[in-house]
């Protein structure tokens, strides 16, 4: 077992750490303020060979291992969470399904749109009435000759309205007999797919969450990514997903470590009762259990990305296990050491003019967002017992 990062690793982190410190930093608390998605940031990324550094050489990415990326995104965080989330999705998410069970011609076009225009597929799966109890999504995809026609309501989707690429989860019928949930691809502009409500989230601003609105949408049967089959579909669409969970969870790491080396460096310099701040081993002691969660959540998510285990056309993914006790875990932690961060700064912490408040209300998306910590818990317990839970029973 080694612990060391490669040469090529320290690389790659040493490079988005001075895109961080140069670039994002900067215009962190813009892209919040104004809602506006970081194009200029999506770009730079894509120049340096971050964006979809995990596609294969095959379609002209890096074919890098995913705990490269993991360095990446957690690096990026701690400057700017939505150009970390950017990242995530560039290399996991809706990508890691298509990817895995996609056709050539579906992932020769999703590869080349995140590489050559930016473009940052989005996975469309929670509804209205269906968020933790996925199966329970009523959206539909029913097949009429080489077409499906898809009906439904998608909402909270990360980066609708901006993502060319959409991987909708549906409820796939033929000759009026449903096959189960599976995912086909809607592309952004295809007649009868439309815009809704455009979410005001506390946190993470910079890029909308949008409700996707599908009224007689049709759509190429050759679009179908996996076929809804019994159980089957929605299992592999959910393994497909794992690379999500784990890439979340390194955006919420890097958002503490940033917040954490923030109030270190504040402490040194600020003076109460005659002497720094650093020197009263009350709050040395919350520094030091920050550094062990930090710590903690780092070897969790670390190990998630380097046990990565194959799935079909050599795509390599957490075990789901793995991935719900690092975000678990992350959730919780990330938020804990954030805020007590902020705690350090005194009243300047709860200020608009510092970037904790931000981190702070970023970094609690993620005990929500990719499944909430309740549903990373569950899938913790059914590693435990060694059963699959029906929770309907
Ligand atoms: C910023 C953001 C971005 C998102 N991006 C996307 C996206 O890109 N694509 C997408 O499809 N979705 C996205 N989501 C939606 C997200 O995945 C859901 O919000 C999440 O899965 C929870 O669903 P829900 O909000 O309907 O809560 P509910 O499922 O209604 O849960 C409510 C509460 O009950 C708890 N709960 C539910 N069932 C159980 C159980 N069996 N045991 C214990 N507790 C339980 C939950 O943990 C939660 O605390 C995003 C959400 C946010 C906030």
Redesign the pocket.
């Known amino acids: 077992m080694n612990f060391k990062l490669s040469d090529e690793q320290k690389r790659i982190v040493a490079l988005v750490d001075e895109l961080g410190k140069k670039e994002f930093a900067a215009k962190a608390a813009h892209w919040d303020q104004n809602q506006e998605y970081p194009w200029e940031n999506v770009h730079k990324l894509r120049e340096c060979d971050i964006l979809g550094m995990t596609i294969p050489v095959e379609y002209g990415g890096q074919g890098r291992p995913l705990i490269d990326a993991i360095l990446a995104i957690e690096t990026a965080a701690k400057y700017c969470g939505v150009t970390a989330r950017i990242i995530v999705?560039t290399n996991m998410?809706a990508l890691g399904c298509i990817m895995a069970y996609g056709t050539d011609v579906q992932r020769n076009r999703v590869t080349q749109r995140i590489l050559k225009e930016g473009d940052k597929p989005?996975?469309?799966?929670?509804?209205?009435?269906?968020?933790?109890?996925?199966t329970d999504l009523q959206t539909s995809a029913v097949k009429k000759g080489a077409k499906y026609i898809i009906n439904g309501t998608?909402?909270?989707?990360?980066?609708?309205g901006i993502s060319v690429t959409n991987l909708v989860?549906a409820r796939f019928f033929e000759d009026n007999r449903e096959l189960g949930i599976g995912g086909i691809l809607v592309d952004k502009g295809t007649p009868g797919f439309s815009f809704g409500r455009v979410?005001q989230?506390?946190?993470?601003r910079g890029?909308p969450?949008t409700e996707l609105i599908f009224k007689d949408c049709e759509v190429p049967q050759e679009n179908v990514v996996v076929m809804g089959d019994g159980n089957e579909g929605f299992k592999k669409l959910m393994y497909g997903y794992n690379g999500q969970r784990v890439g979340a969870s390194a955006v919420a790491l890097g958002i503490a470590q940033g917040a954490h080396d923030l109030a270190i460096d504040y402490m040194k310099k600020r003076k109460a009762f005659g002497r720094a701040i650093s020197e009263f081993q009350g709050l040395q002691w919350m520094m030091a259990e920050s550094e062990i969660k930090l710590n903690a959540a780092r070897l969790m998510i670390y190990r998630a990305a380097c046990n990565a285990r194959d799935l079909p056309n050599n795509v390599k993914l957490p075990y789901w296990d793995e991935a719900s006790m690092a975000k678990a875990y992350t959730g919780h932690a990330a938020l804990e050491v954030t805020s007590e961060s902020l705690q350090m700064f005194g009243a300047y912490g709860y200020s608009q003019d510092l970037p904790l408040e931000r981190m702070l209300r970023d970094v609690r998306?993620f005990?929500?967002?990719?499944?909430?910590?309740?549903?990373q818990?569950?899938m913790v317990a059914r590693s435990i017992f060694k059963r699959t839970?029906d929770?309907r029973k």
Not at 154 to 160: C, D, L, S, V
Request: aromatic share 6%; no cysteine; net charge negative.
């Open positions: 999705e998410g989005a996975i469309a799966m929670t509804e209205p009435e269906a968020g933790t109890a996925l998608k909402h909270w989707i990360t980066g609708g989860f979410e989230a506390m946190g993470l890029i969450e998306m005990q929500i967002g990719g499944g909430t910590t309740q549903a818990l569950n839970f929770l």
